[in-house]
């Protein structure tokens, strides 16, 4: 590997893994189990007395509630990176969705992001801003900017993403005769 993003080029593996994970989304998902949790305890032994629509209203409620928090934030626990020779791939969570498979030959380039925030996207998760393009974000940190040939750009939150972007950069260079990758 190359110690900085402009030294000398060595070869890389063919298929390059990255993650980044956020723990903090764990505490959410119990949020979300523990409102799934009520809603099914009132359905079960209610002694509610004002009439069976506000019950009906709270369990449907609550069992909405705490399914979205729950499988919203376990979708967003991890993301993982995969390089390989014709594309990158972006898989979240424990399902890999959402997923996003970007061909090589639709990255015009690559940039390093030392330091990525949910705030810079409005959250954590799958995100898209008009001025700023498209990210998955799952924790604040280093990140990868993939800039595309019709001019989007796609941000990746993933650990070791300067050496993400170096077997990017390189994979996009067009080999000279005689050498081999």
């Known amino acids: 590997m190359r110690d ?3 030294g000398d ?8 893994t990255g993650r980044a994970t956020n723990r903090v989304q ?16 009132l359905a079960v032994d ?5 009439g069976v629509a506000p019950l ?15 499988f919203g934030t ?6 993982d990176l995969r390089l390989d020779q014709d ?3 972006v898989r979240c969570g424990h399902i890999g969705l959402p997923r996003r498979r970007i061909p090589l030959t639709q990255v015009a380039g ?8 949910p705030r810079q996207w409005g959250g954590w998760g799958y995100r898209w801003r008009p001025e700023k393009g498209t990210a998955v974000v799952v924790r604040r940190g280093e990140g990868v900017v993939l800039r595309l040939w019709d001019g989007h750009s796609f941000t990746i939150t993933v650990d070791d993403a300067e050496a993400a972007v170096l077997v990017i950069r390189d994979r996009l260079r067009p080999a000279t005769p005689g050498t081999v990758r």
């Open 4 to 6: 900085h993003l402009d």
């Open 9 to 16: 080029i060595t070869p890389h593996p063919d298929v390059w």
């Open 56 to 70: 009906a209203m709270a369990v449907v409620g609550c069992i909405a509630a705490g399914l979205l928090i729950l």
């Open 74 to 79: 376990l979708a967003f626990v991890h993301v």
């Open 110 to 117: 690559a940039d390093f992001a030392p330091y990525v925030t």
């Open 46 to 50: 209610s002694a509610w007395t004002s």
């Open 87 to 89: 594309s990158v791939e």
């Open 26 to 41: 764990w505490l959410l998902a119990v949020g979300g189990a523990a409102f799934l949790a009520l809603g099914i305890e």
